[in-house]
């Protein structure tokens, strides 16, 4: 509409130039004037009475004219004037009135030129005003294209950029997912059919977002349904064979069979954190991820280290005797998850520090590995996201535990940090104190 607006302008000052380019000329005088066929007429009536009447003056009062002129014999002098009634106010000659521009004729009785007859008007009062009626003529007809022009622009604006305005802007919200919003525009707009397709458009794309929201959800209540039922044989199996194998070291038997039983024992493990995993991810798209925080010594972390050190390789150092504000569950997940991450890919020693910053206790696992390549440092902490490296290795995986652990961190107003160190991989936990 700018570039329309700009248009119209341009038009405008265009045909301004043109009007005044019109006057200019005619004013100077480079469009030469003409005498009227009035005047000709006129002319020709006096020049013949005259010669009827050359010696009766008087004759010429019946000549009824707008036009003042004068008859001259051959010697310049005045027979008759129609300014003073026969009395010479000027000196007047056929010469003058053709420098003067003033129409005159001969008159002439039998071949003879007895005179001649000279109208005291240029034409130039007549061209005067057929110019100021052309100009104005002009003038209104610029007026009319520019009233036309503007209201052209109204309707336009109105009828088409506006309607098209609110589509781009509906089909904005669209593309965004805002699909409540109706497309509001009158029907017995041009775009009024389109107006009520959009629309349609629009609600059969929120009824099937509603479908396959409504969809999602389902497929995740039953994954999280499966995966607290699938915790229970789990755990059965797990305590079945720990009891098998601490009854066979009793017993002394076979060294082979203790150990299928503790491998049987770690399976049953790496299913009952994969689902767990799996279930919280799952509360978590659902809305139902709960924790419950309370204050708690900061001993209890020591109790949640000795939990999940399965291997022995954990050197914990001193935790400063303050208090936390912690779901003890929920933490002990998130260390279970960073400790069996490291046993998974490092299988090193690992130490821990504790040292209180500001608001928080903060809690550094470090193990020896080979670390994390900087280019993923964050990213490992997204869901389902699994290194190269650990892509590479013959470990398995679901690219779950550190995205469990840092929605744990964030849910406890925490944070969950990783980083590589000159020697090996490190989590740091920022605990808030109570």
């Known amino acids: 509409m700018k570039k329309y607006a700009r248009l119209v302008i341009t038009i405008v000052c265009v045909y301004i130039a043109a009007v005044l380019l019109f006057v200019l000329l005619t004013n100077t005088g480079l469009i030469s004037t003409s005498v009227s066929n009035e005047h000709i007429l006129l002319l020709n009536d006096i020049t013949q009475t005259a ?5 009766e003056p008087n004759a010429f009062d019946s000549i009824k004219s707008d036009v003042d002129y004068m ?35 001969y008159v002439t009785r ?3 030129i007895l005179g001649y007859v000279i109208l005291l008007d240029d034409g130039r009062d007549s061209y005067n005003s057929l110019r100021l009626g052309m100009t104005a003529a002009f003038a209104v007809c610029g007026l009319l294209i520019v009233a036309g022009a503007v209201i052209y622009g109204i309707y336009v604006q109105k009828n088409i950029i506006r309607p098209f305005k ?36 629009r609600e059969e794309l929120a009824a099937s977002k509603d479908r396959e929201l409504a969809l999602q959800k389902k497929e995740q209540e039953l994954v999280a349904s499966l995966s607290h039922d699938l915790k229970t044989p ?35 493990d790496e299913i009952d ?37 399965d291997k022995g390789l954990i050197a914990s ?32 020693k690992i130490d821990i520090e504790y040292k209180v910053i500001d608001d928080y206790l903060e809690m550094k696992i470090r193990d020896y590995g080979p670390g994390v390549p900087e280019e993923e440092l964050d990213l490992i902490t997204n869901k389902f996201y699994r290194g190269k490296k650990q892509k590479d290795s013959n470990a398995d995986g679901s690219g779950l535990g550190l995205y469990i652990a840092r929605i744990l961190m964030e849910k406890m107003n925490g944070e969950l940090i990783p980083s590589n160190q000159d020697k090996g991989f490190a989590i740091t936990l920022l605990i808030p104190l109570g």
């Open 110 to 112: 039998d071949n003879n």
């Open 317 to 348: 150092g001193s935790i400063p005797g303050v208090i936390i504000n912690i779901d003890t569950k929920r933490m002990s997940q998130v260390v279970g998850n960073i400790l069996y991450n490291s046993y998974k890919y490092a299988n090193t």
């Open 71 to 105: 008859v001259l014999d051959q010697n310049n002098s005045v027979v008759y004037d129609s300014r003073t009634k026969g009395s010479s106010s000027e000196r007047m000659s056929v010469e003058n009135a053709m420098k003067m521009r003033y129409p005159y004729s």
């Open 234 to 268: 789990v755990t059965g199996i797990k305590v079945t064979s720990e009891l098998l194998k601490a009854k066979h070291e009793m017993n002394g038997g076979d060294e082979e069979e203790i150990t299928k039983l503790d491998n049987i024992y770690k399976k049953a």
């Open 273 to 309: 954190r994969l689902v767990t995993d799996l279930f919280s991810s799952t509360l978590e798209n659902l809305g139902e991820f709960k924790v419950n925080c309370k204050d708690e010594p900061s001993s209890v972390l020591n109790d949640i280290v000795v939990k999940h050190d």
């Open 166 to 201: 609110k589509m781009e802007r509906f089909a904005g919200k669209v593309a965004e997912g805002n699909l409540n919003e109706p497309l509001m525009l009158d029907k017995n707009n041009m775009f009024g059919s389109f107006t009520e397709s959009f629309d349609i458009m």
């Open 51 to 55: 010669g009827d009447n050359w010696k």
